[in-house]
């Protein structure tokens, strides 16, 4: 069976009836415009800055399960109240809500860039916080403060990777946010093989 397109269609090329559907047969009309994912350099460093914010969404979630046993011995009340280890756990998860929410905002009012570093400041206070926590509720509002930089993060990466990136090689460099998140995966895998 053969497809046939109309003029006009994103599929039609002027002598040629029939070709997959979707196909624009763009780079075969200009062979030039060809590229691979690897050849500029700059973009490709856009791309890994950015998809950060996908591999810290994806490593702040799944290392607190392992952190959580050694927050539990630094802290008694947290070790006899199962609601303050949800709490810890969740809020970093509340604040991420919270900071894509607001991330569309931010992104629209300041430009991607300014709102990546807002993302990367917010998160490193929050980081800080955490460090340097004498008490659980300190604790658990580093976690909100790292839950708003993810968030924010989650929110400008993809729009910045899509805006930075050409059109012919947009789509494998957008993946890399979710190929960050989903390293978290390996991560807690990496740790608990160490520690064996």
């Known amino acids: 069976m053969t497809i046939q397109s109309s003029p006009g269609s994103s599929g039609f090329l002027a002598g040629s009836s029939s070709f997959l559907p979707g196909s624009s047969r763009y780079l075969e009309m ?4 060809r590229m691979s994912y690897f050849s500029n350099s700059y973009v490709i460093g856009l791309t890994v800055a950015a998809g950060i914010g996908g591999l810290l969404f994806g490593y702040d979630t799944g ?3 392992g952190a959580l046993l050694y927050i539990k011995d630094e802290f008694e009340v947290v070790n006899q109240s199962s609601f303050l280890q949800e709490t810890i756990v969740s809020m970093a998860l509340v604040g991420a809500v919270i900071g894509a929410a607001g991330g569309g905002w931010i992104n629209d009012a300041y430009g991607r860039k300014k709102a990546t570093l807002l993302a990367d400041v917010v998160f490193a206070a929050g980081s800080v916080v955490m460090a340097a926590a004498p008490n659980p509720y300190v604790l658990i509002s580093g976690r909100l403060f790292v839950g708003l930089g993810v968030g924010i993060a989650s929110v400008t990466a ?3 990777i899509a805006e930075a990136s050409p059109s012919e090689v947009r789509g494998g460099l957008f993946v890399t946010v979710q190929f960050g ?3 978290k995966i390996i991560f807690p895998l990496k740790i608990l093989i160490l520690c064996l």
């Open 30 to 33: 200009f062979p030039e415009r």
């Open 158 to 160: 993809p729009v910045y």
């Open 181 to 183: 998140s989903c390293l």
């Open 63 to 65: 290392v607190i399960s």
